[in-house]
């Protein structure tokens, strides 16, 4: 049974940072008959839809949602199938509660694509105050 478990949020104030982790067990990070495994990272405030914030294809190439983009940095470490969000410069408009994600995919995943990745974590909460 494939499991994703967020932890690493919490409460900061505008221009801090944050780092989410997310461990998957479960999961084979390949490349496979299901297709191009993809990981990242979505997020959803109070009254939104949930959004892509950032991708790691199985290739390594990482993609930013505009709004995130320089201030966000995607990183995994395989070995021990655990996946980061480095979050800087943050702002009020980063919070929400974000979600780990992981799916495979026909082709390339970007931000977009994630957010129809079927597995899921319960998600963490980030909370930027002005």
């Known amino acids: 049974q494939v499991q994703l478990v967020e932890s690493g949020g919490g409460s900061e104030q505008a221009g801090g940072s944050l780092r989410l982790s997310c461990t998957a067990s479960?999961?084979?990070?390949?490349?496979?008959?299901?297709?191009?495994?993809?990981m990242g990272w979505l997020r959803q405030a109070p009254g939104k839809e949930r959004e892509g914030v950032a991708v790691?294809?199985?290739?390594?190439?990482?993609t930013y949602a505009d709004s995130v983009k320089g201030r966000f940095t995607i990183s995994q470490e395989n070995a021990a199938n655990t996946l980061y969000l480095q979050m800087n410069s943050l702002k009020p408009e980063d919070t929400a509660v974000y979600y780990c994600?992981?799916?495979?995919?026909?082709?390339?995943?970007?931000?977009?694509?994630?957010?129809?990745?079927?597995?899921r974590g319960r998600g963490t909460q980030v909370t930027v105050s002005s």
């Open positions: 994600a992981a799916g495979y995919f026909s082709s390339r995943c970007t931000v977009g694509s994630l957010t129809r990745a079927h597995l």
């Open positions: 479960g999961y084979k990070y390949s490349t496979s008959i299901y297709g191009r495994s993809c």
């Open positions: 790691i294809d199985i290739d390594a190439t990482t």
